[in-house]
């Protein structure tokens, strides 16, 4: 098994920067790729950017030039530093980790959620 536990989250004004943090615990050989993903009300989990294990980066056309996504790999943790934040950013934030256990097993694991909320 394989935890992450997401952090960060919290109420900021419009223009405001926050950062989210996620760390991974567990038995697990290798951690691919890393993504951060969010769920608005009333809408779509969406992904907002993803890091491969070789650090290839990839980023929703609605948060390119914001957002930056970076990965520690001896701390097992994933981070989203968010800039120039807008009310459209407001959601729940979810991280998620393609890992590899032992014996080759591979799946997707997914953290509890953070929420981030942007004021007007």
Known sequence: QVHLVESGGGLVQAGGSLRLSCEASGSFVSINNMAWHRRAPGKSREVVAQITGENSLNYADSVKG?????????????????????????????????VTLPGNYQYTSWGQGTQVTVSS
């Open 66 to 98: 914001r957002f930056t996504i970076a990965r520690d790999n001896g701390r097992n943790t994933v981070y989203l530093q968010m800039s120039s934040l807008k009310p459209e950013d407001t959601a729940v934030y979810y991280c998620s980790a393609h």
